[in-house]
């Protein structure tokens, strides 16, 4: 790869206050796949973090994602799947902890623009203190996605403490 | 357009070795990616990986997958980080890895997310995702990351290459 090329950050956000969820949005169309590195600490009770996709700034909170996990938690190991859901999980056992660092999760969007098909991402979440999780999910839609939010707990109902860092970069085929 | 997926050093090895360090990482990046090739001179399959020099205050959560069985545990990855492929896999196969640290200059703990993998032709490999946590008492930079085989080698023609990941 020709550095730099082909591997663009698109945004990044490093939040100076407790926030519910965090927004990339007017994603241009204009790279082939997107990547989004989060290391969040989230506050107390949350058991997961979950997030979805958009275009024309509308977020589809519909029932058109699922998700399959793969995950291990340090003495057991398994499968878990949703389907028809309102949100992707980004993390089954691999919850960030209210400690800023001590997790790291890192997302793959293929063809994020493409209108002939529905959008697959990759995650793999990791919180040593909880698990190690690897996810995929599913939004069936052809729209093209040009925003993603995400959610710390169902809804947003828990906090993504201060300090914690999103950043979106965009990967070019050519 | 910016500079953002740097390569910041690669080392091939010529000769079988013990360890390999990346030294005097900068700290003008915003995370890490290392890419693996290893294989072993001898029966060991484990690379170990530890920054900073020390060994102390790593710990970690794995999935492996054989083949026929999936299991979970907990691990220490100064020793057991990185699958390499046994001096008993077959010829010429070696174990792929791919390790990546955010914010590895924060003031914080670093989690790091290590894929890797062995290859065999034979009934079993091993697959293994892990979630690691370095949290040493006075938090770091991270300067330097060091591959250590658990017993024995790394043997000649593995790589490893270090690149540098900017937001901006």
Same mark, same amino acid.
């Given at each position: ?15 100076? #206050? ?61 499968? *878990? ?21 001590? #997790? ?46 995400? *959610? ?11 300090? #914690? ?10 | 357009?910016?500079?953002? @997926? ?24 915003? !995370? ?12 060991? !399959?484990?690379?170990?990986? @530890? ?33 390499? !492929? ?17 914010? @590895? ?55 490893? @290459? ?7």
């Amino acid at each position: 790869m020709a550095a730099g090329s082909t591997y663009t950050p698109i945004a990044t956000t490093t939040l100076g #206050s407790n926030t519910n969820t965090v927004t990339f949005s007017s994603i241009a169309n204009t790279y082939t796949d997107l990547v989004v590195v989060v290391s969040a600490a989230i506050s107390g009770g949350a058991t997961d973090i979950q997030y979805r996709f958009g275009n024309g700034g509308t977020i589809d909170t519909a029932s058109n994602y699922s998700t399959t996990v793969l995950y291990g938690t340090g003495t057991a190991a398994g499968s *878990y799947r949703q389907s028809s859901q309102t949100y992707i999980l980004a993390d089954y056992y691999a919850v960030p902890s209210s400690t800023l660092g001590n #997790s790291a999760a890192i997302f793959q969007i293929m063809n994020y623009s493409n209108t002939n098909t529905f959008k697959t991402a990759l995650n793999r979440s990791n919180q040593a203190g909880g698990g190690v999780d690897a996810t995929v999910g599913l939004w069936r839609s052809t729209a093209a996605i040009d925003t993603i939010r995400f *959610y710390a707990n169902t809804n947003g109902t828990q906090n993504f403490l201060t300090g #914690s860092t999103f950043t979106l970069y965009g990967i070019a085929a050519a | 357009m910016a500079n953002t @997926y740097t390569l910041i050093e690669a080392k091939t090895l010529g000769s079988a070795v013990s360890s390999v360090t990346f030294s005097s990482i900068p700290s003008t990046y915003t !995370d890490l990616l290392l890419k693996v090739s290893v294989r072993s001179s001898t029966t060991n !399959d484990w690379i170990g990986l @530890y920054f900073n020099g020390s060994t102390a205050n790593v710990s970690g959560r794995i999935i492996q997958g054989t083949g026929s069985g999936v299991s979970s545990s907990t691990s220490n990855p100064a020793i057991q980080a990185i699958l390499s !492929d046994s001096s008993s896999f077959t010829a010429s196969t070696f174990g792929n890895a791919e390790v990546y640290i955010p914010n @590895y200059t924060s003031n914080n703990a670093k989690s790091f997310s290590i894929d890797t993998v062995t290859e065999n032709n034979a009934a079993t490999a091993y697959m293994q995702l892990l979630a690691g946590l370095w949290n040493p008492a006075t938090q770091a930079a991270i300067t330097s990351i060091t591959l250590v085989a658990s017993s024995g080698d790394m043997a000649i023609n593995s790589t490893f @290459y270090l690149y540098g990941i900017s937001n901006s």
